[in-house]
């Protein structure tokens, strides 16, 4: 039976000439069994792909270091329905 590599990032599908490939031969990618990670920031809602294996330290757009803390982002949806119902007088849901 042959064993196919699939690449988790690519999605490419090759026959590895060894047991355990280093990287992907399309994307050559060194993480390419490890699924993609979809991350977004709290404070500022930007989405990007994790690299590597480590969580990052802050985001990479707006560089703070609670962009996994879901109380902002609680925090600043609240807000906006508030500033919503003050200038409509309806709450947004």
């Given at each position: 039976?042959?064993t196919?590599?699939?690449?988790?990032?690519?999605?490419?599908?090759?026959?590895?000439?060894?047991?355990?490939?280093?990287?992907?031969?399309n994307?050559?990618?060194?993480?390419?069994?490890?699924?993609?990670?979809?991350?977004?920031?709290?404070?500022?809602?930007?989405?990007?792909?994790?690299?590597?294996?480590?969580?990052?330290?802050?985001?990479?757009?707006?560089?703070?270091?609670?962009?996994?803390?879901?109380?902002?982002?609680?925090?600043?949806?609240?807000?906006?329905?508030?500033?919503?119902?003050?200038?409509?007088?309806?709450?947004?849901?």
């Amino acid at each position: 039976m042959i064993t196919l590599g699939v690449c988790k990032r690519c999605k490419y599908a090759w026959k590895p000439r060894g047991e355990k490939p280093k990287i992907c031969p399309n994307c050559k990618s060194r993480y390419w069994n490890i699924k993609k990670k979809k991350l977004v920031c709290s404070s500022c809602g930007h989405k990007w792909i994790q690299k590597g294996k480590k969580k990052p330290k802050c985001c990479p757009n707006c560089c703070s270091g609670n962009w996994e803390n879901n109380e902002v982002s609680d925090l600043k949806k609240m807000t906006k329905r508030i500033e919503s119902f003050t200038k409509t007088g309806e709450w947004l849901d």
